[in-house]
């Protein structure tokens, strides 16, 4: 495998330009192939054999692309189909939802973790069973927040609404003595400041994209598949697909990554 | 053609199910296949080209279904993929967008008319190009609520934070001096007792909806598809598909329609 070779990078739209963000940041030699599906965003109300065949049609695209590993930056796709598609697919493959589960059993004093994430995540168990695996004393309190995607994707970022939505769901983990909170959607930390002031300075807040890109450094060097080349331009370095019309999601990560998105492609992704 | 045979109804959830409960109503004898893509909800963010794919698949699927005409029951869908739709298949499809502003044209008495929508009805123009056929001085002022959806969604049918975003949403229109108010999306009749109370009794409220059933009714009897023979059980008369996991769905649907739903399949969409 060339080691020149992209990361590829999915989510089910804007949310995972929050991983990217952190890969960009983090292990900056690496090319990068991000894909969002755009069309048939969101996946965390969808079941399992939904996201999972989604899951698969995006990594066949990604395989064309030539990636040498490749990211579920989605909680809801790590937490349905991370598991399959390691078995399906000849290529390393990460998720959020492990880091993110490690970080929070690092950070975590108290042994009592708070988790907020879609409907699919919270229900699929699966930060659960990563915590338990790692310290089976630890107890980790769940929370969906449907609405928190919507309003990110509306750019409502400081807006009273989206504080009295966050409240609300909040509410139920504010009596539950946690000192940490997973942030188990990749849209999540771009209202972390509206989350952290309603859970207080007491509660560490856990953004799994950071972890996740310590992970993929780990897992490029461990197979020798880490880029040593010297970094090109962001144009060459950083190629976007997307499943739907591209000037929604261009503006989007205008305003979220640090480079500028120069190119973004729409494709065809259910014929993969 | 049969004239036993079963209408289309199709939208991208569970929106459409206002406009299968106005059909129930008022065509009781005609039987009915619902088709909910609840695996790539929500139409309404994407563009056009897509929703024009999504229609075609959904029309091809129901016409295996042996259904005598279709029902788009879904403002996005019948102002992106209509007129397309209607050129390639040979068999008779209605939208819920032409009933609805005719029942506006004929309901206001100033000729300003209000239209709320997702942000693709709205930017599509349609309902101000088929009022401005039926009476060119009548001005429409549109405006998109693209949260309105996941509200229902979530069955936050009653609820302060719904009232505070159809307060922002609708304080756009209320010093527009509109006497007639379109709810352009199949949901919005949901969430028709908060957008009266804050528009006021001076605006009436048009539900596409109801002219739709009519216009149906219209339809099968001009083209002598009406079906004569005796109404049997809702579990024989109507039957619902989905493409993402049918619970939710059921519940909801259970909650808005006049009939017990007892089984609700699940299909491969993309297949079609």
């Known amino acids: 495998m060339d080691r020149k070779a992209p990361i590829g990078v999915f989510d089910s739209g804007v949310g995972g330009l929050t991983v990217a963000r952190e890969i960009m940041r983090q292990i900056p030699n690496e090319r990068i192939v991000y894909f969002g599906d755009t069309a048939r965003v969101p996946y965390g109300s969808k079941s399992k054999d939904t996201v999972t065949m989604y899951s698969r049609q995006i990594i066949r695209f990604l395989k064309t692309e030539g990636v040498k590993a490749i990211v579920i930056a989605c909680n809801t796709a790590s937490a349905y189909a991370l598991d399959t598609m390691v078995k399906e697919f000849d290529i390393p493959i990460i998720g959020v939802v492990k880091?993110?589960?490690k970080v929070a059993v690092d950070t975590t004093k108290n042994g009592r973790v708070g988790l907020i994430g879609t409907d699919a995540t919270i229900q699929s168990g699966v930060y659960d069973k990563y915590i338990k695996e790692l310290n089976s004393d630890i107890e980790v309190i769940?929370?969906?927040c449907p609405l928190f995607c919507p309003l990110v994707e509306e750019g409502m970022l400081n807006d009273t609404i989206t504080n009295q939505v966050a409240e609300r769901y909040l509410?139920?983990?504010?009596?539950?003595?946690?000192?940490t909170l997973i942030m188990g959607c990749t849209h999540y930390p771009l209202i972390s400041s509206t989350i952290g002031e309603i859970m207080g300075d007491?509660?560490?807040?856990?953004?799994?994209?950071?972890?996740?890109?310590?992970?993929?450094?780990?897992?490029?060097?461990?197979?020798?598949?880490?880029?040593?080349?010297?970094?090109?331009?962001?144009?060459?370095?950083?190629?976007?697909?997307?499943?739907?019309?591209?000037?929604?999601?261009?503006r989007f990560a205008d305003s979220i990554l640090p480079v500028d998105i120069s190119v973004t492609k729409q494709i065809n992704i259910e014929q993969y």
Chains 1, 2 share one sequence.
Request: hydrophobic residues 40%; glycine residues 4%; without cysteine.
């Open 142 to 144: 769940g929370k969906a």
């Open 171 to 179: 509410s139920y983990l504010k009596d539950k003595d946690i000192d």
């Open 202 to 250: 007491k509660v560490n807040l856990v953004n799994p994209a950071f972890e996740t890109a310590i992970e993929l450094r780990k897992l490029l060097f461990r197979e020798n598949l880490y880029n040593q080349s010297d970094v090109d331009s962001p144009s060459l370095m950083y190629r976007f697909y997307v499943s739907d019309a591209a000037e929604k999601f261009r």
């Open 99 to 101: 880091p993110g589960a």
